[in-house]
């Protein structure tokens, strides 16, 4: 089993940067891929972003390309997410996932954090 709790959301204003940690309990095969994905009110849970702990192979979004960078500290096991030029469109629980394999269907994420709320202002 992989624990992880995510930190680092908060209410910003529209411009502003922010980053999110994923700390993990453990890292093994069954959770190599690290993920991101949000779910804004009222829409269903989307991909953002995703690494893997061996190699730190990095996916996106088409639609956070250029803003997000997500990266890890294996030492720490502790994945992370900045997200620059906030936009309030970005307003969404983010939630850490994991899997043994690349995915960016959240249905076959093995595990998953409770989430962090972003709320960007306008």
């Known amino acids: 089993q992989v624990q992880l709790v995510e930190s680092g959301g908060g209410l910003v204003q529209a411009g502003d940067s922010l980053r999110l940690s994923c700390a993990a309990s453990?890292?093994?095969?069954?959770?190599?891929?690290m993920g991101w994905f949000r779910q804004a009110p009222g829409k269903e849970r989307e991909f953002v972003a995703a690494?893997?702990?061996?190699?730190?192979?990095?996916y996106y979004a088409d639609s956070v390309k250029g803003r997000f960078t997500i990266s890890r500290d294996n030492a720490k096991n502790t994945m992370y997410l900045q997200i620059n030029s906030l936009k309030p469109e970005d307003t969404a629980v983010y939630y850490c996932?994991?899997?043994?394999?690349?995915?960016?269907?959240?249905?076959?994420?093995?595990?998953w954090g409770k989430g962090t709320l972003v709320t960007v202002s306008s």
């Open positions: 996932a994991a899997a043994a394999t690349m995915t960016a269907d959240y249905n076959r994420m093995a595990y």
């Open positions: 690494i893997t702990w061996r190699g730190g192979n990095t």
């Open positions: 453990r890292r093994t095969f069954s959770n190599n891929y």
